[in-house]
């Protein structure tokens, strides 16, 4: 039973973090992609009679290089985890860590 | 040449073969979202995941002696092989490792030729509890873990495999919500273009991961051989040559494809567009990484299954084809048991005719099994030309069914 508790209390700790990056990340990409056509207007949008605004490409570039931390981030997961390391969150920020 | 030496041989090559169906039925865990939506051609597809599998099996630098030590008794904490089983060459423990082997690769090409995506460390576990249940019975078998740590069959099996399916497909379900929701508004064309690039990228991740966990796998297992057999003492590191030729084959088999595997998982569950590839790609990746990092790791293959599921449920009008999915479960179910009962009667063969005779007669019932469900295989061959083809095995839906009267 100790071990159903325990794997009960891993799945939710997965669940919580996947939830953050596999559908936040997601998200940030589309609310990236949805700002770029609102950049570029005209045939990017349904609508082809939207005009371009380009406020919308500078909200794009941000959604997308959050996106790309994310990315960096899960890489530096798997490489350190290949060297032994943690990828620690208790100072907010991502630290290194021994294992 | 002595005869222990033959048996690791055996054993060594036995392993890598494992190794290289590890890679090929876990192509598609990354990569069949991106070959379904057209995201990157079948071939570019497997290529990149192979490479990424390349790099990520030279990043596992830790030694993993511990993958065997989960779910069967034959080691101390550390890893080091009991010693009533390195006696003569480390006879004993060799028979047993390659017997688990044979029995994880019998059950891997098994479900590679139906075409059903199942976990290679499940067949992996399997083929050795088989093994070490038919060689020292019951007890040899580590069930259930004790203490705080997650153990044993129960605690790093399956429960894991039932935990991750639901996981990975509840965020890939409100990752495909929320990004229908988020572009709605949007030209298609313009949407497709953008998500190919993520899916890529977050296909390439899962890749990475990959390697980097399952290679690690095979290197554990040789390496314990490598120590049982008294050819390599250090618990703390592999040998360059063990790293370089798993991470090799590995990388091979994925490059070769698991095509009929690629198909079910591209085509046979839900028909994927590309926002869909992405979200799925993006909740595989966050959960594979998330769990071996939290020390709760789940195997690749569920958690790629879940997130497609996952992700044809979040959209609207998606089809789901449920007999696929329980298909798919019931492989699930008994993959372990299955590749247990190869491992044992394997074993069993192999203790009968007794000494490096029966480490050969195993090996060679492998070669000959392998081979025949490879020339079955080949009745019905599924390739990167045809793996994109509409999924027909099943009466799919309502509409292609009526479609089918109206032609009648």
Known sequence: MNQVALALQGSWKVLLASLVLGAGLPLVFAAGIRSMAYGQGGSAEADTSARPHPVGRALAVLCFLVVLAGVALGITIVVASGFGKAVSFAHVFPTLVAK | ?408
């Open chain 2, 1 to 408: 040449m002595t005869s222990a030496t033959v048996i690791l041989a055996l054993v060594v090559v036995t392993a890598l073969a494992f190794d290289f169906t590890n890679g090929f039925h876990d192509t598609g865990n990354a990569m069949a979202t991106s070959i379904a939506t057209g995201a990157l051609r079948p071939k570019v597809a497997v290529a990149l995941s192979g490479v990424f599998n390349l790099v990520g099996a030279f990043l596992s630098v830790e030694v993993a002696l511990t993958v065997t030590n989960a779910v069967i008794n034959v080691q101390d904490k550390a890893g080091l092989p009991l010693p009533e089983f390195t006696a003569g060459g480390g006879y004993a423990l060799l028979l047993i490792v390659l017997c688990g082997l044979v029995g994880g690769i019998v059950w891997n090409l098994l479900t590679w030729l139906l075409g059903i995506p199942s976990s290679s460390s499940h067949a992996l576990f399997g083929g050795l509890i088989g093994a070490a249940i038919a060689a020292l019975g019951f007890s040899g078998v580590h069930w259930v873990g004790s203490g705080t740590k997650l153990d044993g069959v129960v605690g790093k099996v399956i429960l894991p495999a039932v935990a991750s399916p639901f996981i990975a497909g509840l965020v890939a379900a409100l990752g495909t919500w929320l990004v229908y929701r988020v572009t709605a508004g949007v030209a298609q064309r313009f949407t497709d273009n953008g998500f190919r690039w993520g899916q890529i990228g977050s296909a390439s991740l899962v890749s990475l991961a990959h390697g980097t966990n399952d290679a690690q796998k095979t290197m554990g297992v040789i390496t314990l051989a490598l120590i049982g057999s008294g050819h390599w003492s250090d618990t703390k590191s592999i040998p360059f040559w063990v790293k370089l030729v798993c991470a090799l084959a590995i990388s091979a088999g994925t490059y070769l494809g698991g095509w009929r595997v690629i198909r079910t998982l591209g085509k046979g569950l839900v028909e994927i567009l590309p926002p869909q590839g992405l979200a799925a790609e993006s909740a595989s990746a966050a959960v594979i990484l998330s769990s071996s990092h939290l020390g709760f790791a789940l195997s690749t293959t569920h958690v790629a299954t879940g997130s497609i599921l996952g992700t044809g449920l979040g959209r609207k009008g998606a089809q789901v084809r449920w007999n696929v999915a329980l298909r798919m479960v019931a492989a699930w179910l008994i993959t372990l048991p299955a590749a247990a009962v190869v491992g044992a009667v394997m074993w069993w063969l192999g203790h009968l005719v007794g000494g490096v005779a029966g480490a050969v007669v195993v090996f060679l019932v492998l070669v000959a099994l392998a081979s025949y469900i490879y020339a079955r295989s080949r009745k019905q061959p599924v390739h990167s030309g045809n793996v994109n083809d509409e999924w027909e095995a099943q009466p799919a839906s309502e509409g292609a069914r009526r479609q089918k009267e109206v032609a009648r």
